[in-house]
């Protein structure tokens, strides 16, 4: 066996181990954070069950931690006082970036986490299993311990040889993206396998797990090995090492290598994490704004090489320079090494450990300024700003670029490297709160902002609207509902988050969809992909969305769209795709008998007098919880999720 299908058959509830169909995994951890989490917590609260024996749940505060508006502290309060009357280990604000929090404090060899966020593969770099799933899902995984998920292909990728000097972990992962694109892994998940793995790290595996999710794998996963047991061992967490791998003659559905010591230094330019090109070949373009951090690249050991980069020498005045630590342990440990002095002299400005500019909270750049990140992702207005010229780098480039105003191939500045060692002992600072004894008399204090999500009924068998919107392929959540301080603040606010509904790309959108009584979204291939928010999904639920017709979707905004009562339906022809207009008047008719058959559903477009059908890629589960209205109401319903 292959580590991957070890781990899920040690885990496995019900289902096989074959490609695609669907398998009930038991949760051993849970993981939150403010945005995608506080729905998940108003969920749980919804579903009236206690968090389920045996389960370590972990909330954190990462994303809105500025506490720019009031929401923001008022939804850290209601985070705060669930996580104490519910049972969950508790982040508050400004203790770093949950999924390197969690792989400092909690994730372990052999585990399965589920996480309310995409990233949460990131704790596959110490052996464990990580997925990431939409906030309803992650509710009904608090009160039961158990996931559903469709069985990935599992693609072994041996790695060989060594990486060379001024080349990074970063660096590995946008190869890999390079070669595979942003929508390879939609029903795959990455396994590491080779001799190369050794030479890897855990805050560099880290790295390539976490920015695993841009290629759309389900999860991504390295051996529990000596560098695992080491990195424990920094933790003072030894006793949750156990050895893990793959069996010597493991097979694989897919097998790829990928020899490190020919990998370059890669950059992401502007637009997906996928359009990645040679440093060498953008070298020379002026920069203004340089940052280092996020969950991709916030480890000690980049922040370190960075500041060692600088030491001694200052940023030109024209690019403003910014690190983020990804933990407050990071932060404390460059501060006694002296390299957190070396950033400050330098010009660099420290953000508290946190989400930040990633997710447009702050340090948004001028429209069309070059602004190069260390960051997973680089949608198109994720900075907080349409318009915006996102690259995407490794630490080595940003700092090399940061010093010479330019984009610049870190090479040029000399043959070696600073070179890096990570601290044998990683401070304890208590930074997170384990839940009280007494958690009864514990009062959840709930931000007056907070409004109820409405009920969403049962799917009708005959759907009738125009189709509000037509877009082209690849659209990501932070098209759907924009990356932006409002966002956060909006997202226990459902009204709220139907009036953000596409405001960036159509900011017609949301009273269109509320005069046309609701309607049809229609898309290209990968609808939904990035973000697990499924603000995505209640924002044009709210606005009376109950279809989306696309040429294929993301796995985590496909689950998304069904949990939330909202049919994803696939084109049988792409050439129908072609022909649809804006304001067309649509009929679907015997939907549920269609649903329970799996035959294609056929579309009557009453403005053109055509037909086309489409099809629908679903489990027969899935079917129950669309006819049900969704997820919570199967779930509360059924009770099969009570087992
Ligand atoms: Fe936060 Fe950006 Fe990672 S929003 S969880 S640092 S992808």
């Known amino acids: 066996m292959n580590l991957t299908h070890k781990l899920i ?38 579903l009236g069950l206690p968090l389920a024996p045996g389960l370590q749940a972990v909330s954190l505060v990462d994303h809105g931690t500025l506490q720019a508006r009031p929401e923001n502290a008022a939804d850290h309060h209601y985070l705060r006082t669930m996580a104490a009357r519910h049972g969950f280990y508790y982040s508050p604000p400004g203790n770093g970036i949950c999924h390197l929090l969690f792989l400092a404090h909690f994730a372990r060899p052999g585990a399965l986490l589920v996480g309310a966020d995409s990233h949460t593969p990131t704790a596959g ?51 890999l993206l390079r070669r595979l694109g942003t929508r390879w892994g939609v029903g795959r998940a990455a396994e590491f396998t080779g001799p190369g793995v050794a030479t890897l790290s855990v805050p560099e595996r880290a790295t390539i797990t976490s920015v695993g999710a841009e290629l759309e794998v389900t999860t991504s996963i390295f051996p529990a090995d ?36 020919t990998i370059e230094p890669l950059i992401a330019l502007p637009g997906s994490p996928g359009n990645v090109v040679p440093v060498r070949e953008v070298a020379g373009t002026p920069v203004d704004q340089v940052i280092v951090g996020s969950c991709t690249n916030g480890s000690y050991e980049d922040m370190a090489l960075v500041a060692r980069m600088l030491r001694g020498q200052h940023v030109p005045p024209h690019v403003t320079m910014a690190v983020t630590p990804g933990t407050r342990q990071v932060y404390h440990v460059l501060s006694t090494s002296g390299e957190l002095s070396d950033l400050i002299a330098a010009g660099a400005r420290i953000l508290e450990p946190c989400c930040g500019p990633c997710i ?27 318009g915006d010229q996102v690259y995407l780098c490794s630490p080595a480039v940003a700092a090399a670029s940061a010093l010479t ?28 709160t384990p839940p009280p004894a007494d958690r009864a008399t514990v009062e959840i204090i709930r931000g007056s902002h907070h409004t109820p999500l409405p009920a969403v009924t049962p799917l009708p068998d005959r759907l009738q609207g125009r189709v509000l ?62 973000s697990s928010r499924e603000h995505a999904v209640q924002g044009p639920l709210v606005l009376g969305l109950r279809a989306v017709i696309a040429k294929s ?70 079917v129950q919880i669309l006819l049900a209205g969704g997820l919570l109401n199967y779930a509360r319903d059924k009770g099969d999720e009570h087992e």
């Not at 496995?12 to 945005?35: F, H, K, M």
């Not at 610049?408 to 600072?429: M, Q, S, V």
């Open 125 to 175: 770099a110490v052996g464990s299993l990580g997925i990431g799933a939409g906030g309803v899902e992650v509710a009904v995984a608090m009160g039961t311990a158990r996931y559903h998920v469709r069985m990935p292909a599992i693609v072994g990728i041996e790695l060989s040889g060594e990486l060379r000097p001024w080349v990074s972990a970063k660096d590995v992962i946008l190869e």
């Open 226 to 261: 000596e560098q695992v047991r080491r990195y424990l061992v920094a933790q003072g967490r030894e006793a949750d090492f156990c050895p893990l791998g793959p069996d010597p003659d493991a097979t694989y559905d897919e097998q790829m290598r990928l020899d490190l010591s």
């Open 360 to 386: 447009g909270m702050d340090l948004q750049p001028p429209k069309g300024a070059v602004s190069l990140r260390t960051y997973p992702r680089n949608f198109p207005g994720r900075s907080g700003v349409l």
């Open 553 to 622: 979707y993301a796995r985590i905004h496909q689950a998304n769209l069904v949990n939330f009562g909202i049919l994803p339906l696939i084109f049988a022809d792409h050439a129908a795709y072609d022909k649809i207009r804006v304001g067309d008047e649509w009929e679907i008719i015997g939907l549920h008998e269609r649903l329970r058959t799996g035959h294609p559903v056929s579309i009557r477009n009453q403005t053109q007098d055509i037909t086309f059908d489409v099809t629908c890629d679903l489990t027969s589960r899935q």
């Open 405 to 432: 105003g330019v984009i610049t191939d870190p090479r040029d500045l000399g043959d070696t490297p600073p070179r890096i060692e990570p601290p044998p002992r990683y401070p304890d600072l208590r930074e997170i």
């Open 9 to 46: 058959a040690g885990h496995l509830l019900d289902g096989e181990l074959s490609p695609n169909s669907e398998i009930v995994l038991r949760v051993d951890q849970i993981l939150t954070e403010d945005a995608t989490g506080l729905t998940a917590h108003l969920q749980f609260e919804a």
């Open 469 to 530: 919107i037509v877009l082209g392929d690849d659209i990501t959540t932070d098209h759907i509902m924009p990356a932006k301080p409002e966002t956060i603040a909006a997202c226990a606010n459902v009204t709220a988050m139907g009036n953000l509904t596409f405001s960036r790309i159509d900011p017609g959108f949301p009273a269109r969809a509320r005069e046309w009584s609701g309607g049809f979204i229609v898309a290209g291939h990968n609808y939904g992909l990035g």
